[in-house]
């Protein structure tokens, strides 16, 4: 494992709550957004303004952006943006989801169930962020209905070279849609579809409140996907990667792979606590928060796959990368793997991970503010 410090603007030390100190606070009913000295307390304790990167050599898990972590981190961005009331009807909505006992309160913790109601109910809409992701590991029927893969990406071409280029650009596979067309099979959405269909499902008068709860969980996860620079594009060649690398899924390092590493980059199995702490330190550092807010004035889901694949053809696949790349296209025609990558790529892909979790924050709140 990799561990890497980003430093925000403000100097903060490190520290941690002891599990006997986070129950106090959270029976004591404190809320970040609401009690500002305690907001202020618990940003010193968990060194909310040094954010800890963290690479997690571990096996392929395609298209889990951000990981649970990551998700909730946006959520939980997203919940300190909106107005105390349309919290509460997001919340009411989503305890109107058809699994809502065996997936949300069932799981809660104990810690957050003897705490005080906004907290529970935060976490609850936080969960709502990683619901998606829960839903692959369904059965059967379940699975079926509830799991839609390719919704969570889309695979706008990287090319490895010319020659690529004029080989695939003229009969790719990949669906690069940006809007939906009449006819379109829901199943086979991208990310762009899916994010128009699931937001007009939440607007529409004739869709039940338990449908909707569900399309409400795929916004929140789908707003954090659109963020990721690997869920926005995949790399091209004529040998190796002729269908693309899968958003950086076949592109191997060390034990894990391209996309695992970006997925790891806000975090990996955070407390509760810890997640609400990393979210209020990127919230206070002031060049994140004009950031996000400038962010929630451009709601174009293309815009924000545009900005995502920029970051990938520019940041995410690397000289050393596509180097990596070319030398396997010519010898064997299939990707060899790398032993690691320079540590500046990763404080790198840390600081974007960074503002484009401020940015998918305040978005979220935005699109979700405006779907009543």
Same mark, same amino acid.
Not at 128 to 147: C, G, L, M, N, Q
């Given at each position: 494992?990799?561990?890497?410090?980003?430093?925000?603007?403000?100097?903060?030390?490190?520290?941690?709550?002891?599990?006997?100190?986070?129950?106090?606070?959270?029976?004591?009913?404190?809320?970040?957004?609401?009690?500002?000295?305690?907001?202020?307390?618990?940003?010193?304790?968990?060194?909310?303004?040094?954010?800890?990167?963290?690479?997690?050599?571990?096996?392929?898990?395609?298209?889990?952006?951000?990981?649970?972590?990551?998700?909730?981190?946006?959520?939980?961005?997203?919940?300190?943006?909106?107005?105390?009331?349309?919290?509460?009807?997001?919340?009411?909505?989503?305890?109107?989801?058809?699994?809502?006992?065996? =997936?949300? &309160?069932?799981?809660?913790?104990?810690?957050?169930?003897? %705490?005080?109601?906004?907290?529970?109910?935060?976490?609850?809409?936080?969960?709502?962020?990683?619901?998606?992701?829960?839903?692959?590991?369904?059965? /059967?029927?379940?699975?079926?209905?509830?799991?839609?893969?390719?919704?969570?990406?889309?695979? &706008?071409?990287?090319?490895?070279?010319?020659?690529?280029?004029?080989?695939?650009?003229?009969?790719?596979?990949?669906?690069?849609?940006?809007?939906?067309?009449?006819?379109?099979?829901?199943?086979?959405?991208?990310?762009?579809?899916?994010?128009?269909?699931?937001?007009?499902?939440?607007? =529409?008068?004739?869709?039940?409140?338990? =449908?909707? %709860?569900?399309?409400?969980?795929?916004?929140?996860?789908?707003?954090?996907?659109?963020? &990721?620079?690997?869920?926005?594009?995949?790399?091209?060649?004529?040998?190796?990667?002729?269908?693309? /690398?899968?958003?950086?899924? /076949?592109?191997?390092?060390?034990?894990?792979?391209?996309?695992?590493?970006? /997925?790891?980059?806000?975090?990996?199995?955070?407390?509760?606590?810890?997640?609400?702490?990393?979210?209020?330190?990127?919230?206070?550092?002031?060049?994140?928060?004009?950031?996000?807010?400038?962010?929630?004035? =451009?709601?174009?889901?293309?815009?924000?796959?545009?900005?995502?694949?920029?970051?990938?053809?520019?940041?995410?696949?690397?000289?050393?990368?596509?180097?990596?790349?070319?030398?396997?296209?010519?010898?064997?025609?299939?990707?060899?793997?790398?032993?690691?990558?320079?540590?500046?790529?990763?404080? &790198?892909?840390?600081?974007?991970?960074?503002?484009?979790?401020?940015?998918?924050?305040?978005?979220?709140?935005?699109?979700?503010?405006?779907?009543?």
């Amino acid at each position: 494992m990799v561990i890497l410090k980003y430093e925000f603007c403000i100097n903060v030390g490190v520290a941690s709550l002891s599990r006997q100190s986070r129950s106090r606070q959270l029976r004591s009913g404190f809320h970040p957004s609401t009690e500002p000295e305690k907001r202020d307390l618990i940003v010193k304790r968990f060194a909310l303004l040094t954010v800890f990167v963290l690479f997690l050599f571990v096996t392929v898990r395609p298209t889990q952006a951000w990981n649970y972590a990551g998700h909730r981190i946006i959520a939980a961005i997203a919940w300190d943006q909106l107005t105390p009331g349309r919290r509460m009807e997001l919340v009411q909505l989503l305890k109107q989801h058809p699994r809502f006992e065996q =997936d949300f &309160q069932s799981r809660m913790p104990q810690i957050i169930k003897d %705490a005080t109601p906004e907290i529970q109910a935060r976490w609850l809409f936080m969960r709502a962020a990683t619901w998606p992701d829960i839903a692959r590991s369904f059965k /059967d029927a379940d699975r079926e209905k509830y799991h839609h893969g390719t919704w969570h990406y889309i695979n &706008q071409p990287i090319y490895l070279d010319d020659a690529s280029k004029n080989a695939l650009s003229k009969q790719l596979s990949a669906n690069v849609a940006t809007s939906i067309k009449a006819g379109d099979d829901v199943l086979g959405f991208n990310i762009i579809q899916a994010l128009e269909y699931c937001v007009a499902q939440l607007k =529409d008068p004739s869709v039940s409140q338990a =449908d909707k %709860a569900v399309y409400f969980c795929w916004v929140m996860h789908l707003v954090g996907d659109s963020h &990721q620079p690997l869920h926005s594009s995949a790399l091209f060649s004529r040998r190796m990667f002729p269908e693309g /690398d899968r958003g950086g899924n /076949d592109i191997r390092i060390a034990k894990s792979n391209l996309h695992s590493q970006w /997925d790891g980059l806000l975090g990996n199995s955070f407390k509760d606590s810890e997640i609400v702490g990393q979210a209020v330190g990127i919230e206070r550092d002031p060049a994140n928060k004009r950031l996000g807010e400038s962010a929630a004035g =451009d709601l174009n889901y293309v815009t924000w796959i545009n900005e995502s694949h920029e970051l990938a053809r520019e940041k995410g696949y690397s000289v050393e990368i596509l180097e990596a790349a070319r030398v396997s296209e010519a010898e064997s025609g299939k990707f060899q793997k790398l032993s690691s990558l320079p540590q500046s790529y990763y404080r &790198q892909a840390g600081s974007i991970a960074v503002k484009r979790t401020a940015q998918a924050g305040w978005r979220l709140a935005a699109v979700l503010e405006g779907v009543k």
